[in-house]
């Protein structure tokens, strides 16, 4: 068995639409490193998407997931209840930076964390309108799509969508979209389209995955806070990709001052399990009527039994303290790569969850074909990287918070190396 003939297989047995980036095929994976079914090895900073900020295999989810295995598999939690959903429910409450008695539900994968979010904030309000942002990713489903603010690949030929569902402008210094625009945006909205008083919710990505990693504004969190508040509006901070220790805290949100009144999250929660969750404060948590909220999987034992490993590493790892420390390494070789690339034209991010912006030289239009080129010569040496952003010229570093130094030493060689020559 080698790469080329899996390749062939897959092209015959798997439809285009499921988009697969490499050429070839995972034999076994441990840590922050890929081996393939020929026996090459990868330098992992990719993770799965943000889901391995743990690692591959890290022992102790191992073992934990090990262990459920011999007790039981599956009972569906709304048939038959069992105590780790409890207590890990206990423990993302208590995690969580949103103030007041809170509640958690769990869910399969990132876009039902987001479908559901949207289900109770619409419960709780009434109100059936949306409001989120360009740029912004939030899932593949179809309520997700609605939300999600970029076309190609997401939402190209499958319209039309849910509707009540609006768009605004996410601030971008590099593309002078300041958050005075976002506001003035929604303003709009609420001339032309929308009353205040029909909008259920705003969601929003603390730092915007697939939108490239670009940042909230502090202002721009505390003016959302005081719309929702003015209008009875649920604010909702979509967390999937940037919880659990990638910013340098627990999750992103743990950076500002004001807090939303629902996160949802899932990626990294369970180290490669599917599993994901809504937390917010108790009263809207409890809007939907029993049966309401739910899934056959959702909350899967085995996968619960991971997120709660995942949750002790963090914690006696320090992996929120380890990611600044590898996102300041980060930083610097990138700055220093500015010298001699005049196509990269800004690194952003907090902590671990960093990303390198660029565009051509001359025109300063965003250039897709640079982050491509660096991508590509970069696997061509073993390091596994993800582009990103509206464009396609963002490159995003996603790699184990758990990476041993050495190797990490060595991924930043490479990156040197493709991004200067």
């Known amino acids: ?80 209840p069992y105590e780790s959903y409890v207590s890990l429910a206990e423990k993302i ?17 990132g876009a039902e964390a987001v479908e559901n979010a949207i289900k109770i904030a619409r419960a709780h309000t009434g109100r059936p309108g949306v409001i989120a942002f360009s740029g912004g990713f939030h899932g593949r489903t179809y309520m997700t799509m609605a939300l999600t603010g970029k076309v190609a690949p997401y939402k190209k030929g499958f319209g039309p969508f849910p509707g009540s569902v609006y768009h605004v402008p996410y601030p971008s210094e590099l593309h002078n979209i300041s958050t005075a625009d976002a506001l003035i945006a929604i303003e709009r909205l609420f001339k032309a389209d929308i009353d205040p008083s029909q909008v259920a919710a705003i969601i929003f990505e603390p730092v915007q995955g697939e939108g490239g990693f670009n940042v909230a504004p502090a202002e721009l969190i505390a003016a959302i806070r005081h719309l929702c508040d003015e209008h009875g509006m649920v604010m909702i901070a979509d967390e999937v990709q940037s919880g659990f220790a990638r910013t340098g805290k627990l999750f992103a949100m743990d950076h500002y001052v004001h807090q939303p009144d629902l996160m949802t999250m899932a990626k990294s929660l369970a180290g490669g399990m599917p599993l994901s969750g809504v937390v917010g404060k108790a009263e809207i948590m409890d809007a939907p009527s029993p049966g309401g909220l739910g899934g056959t999987y959702a909350g899967n034992p085995v996968a619960v039994a991971a997120a709660h490993a995942v949750l002790d590493v963090i914690d006696d790892e320090k992996l929120c303290q380890r990611a600044d420390v590898l996102g300041d390494r980060l930083r610097v070789a990138l700055v220093d790569c500015k010298e001699s690339c005049a196509e990269l034209v800004q690194v952003r991010g907090l902590g671990s969850m960093i990303a390198a912006e660029f565009c051509d030289a001359e025109t300063g239009a965003p250039s897709a074909i640079t982050a491509q080129r660096i991508q590509k010569r970069a696997l061509e040496q073993g390091l596994l990287l993800l582009t990103c952003g509206q464009y396609g010229n963002v490159i995003r570093f996603l790699y184990p918070l758990t990476i041993p130094d050495d190797q990490f030493d060595a991924a930043l060689n490479i990156l040197k190396s493709v991004i200067k020559s």
């Open 93 to 109: 409450n208590a995690a969580v930076p949103i103030p007041g008695p809170l509640k958690t539900a769990f869910f399969s994968t």
């Open 1 to 80: 068995m080698n790469n080329n003939e899996l390749q062939q297989r897959r092209l015959s047995a798997t439809p285009r639409g499921v988009g697969v980036m490499c050429d070839f095929y995972a034999a076994s994976a441990e840590n922050s490193t890929i081996t393939d079914v020929e026996g090459k090895t990868y330098i992992d900073f990719a993770a799965g998407i943000a889901v391995l900020n743990t690692g591959h295999r890290h022992p102790r989810l191992v073992k934990a997931m090990e262990q459920q295995l011999q007790a039981f598999t599956h009972t569906a939690y709304q048939i038959v």
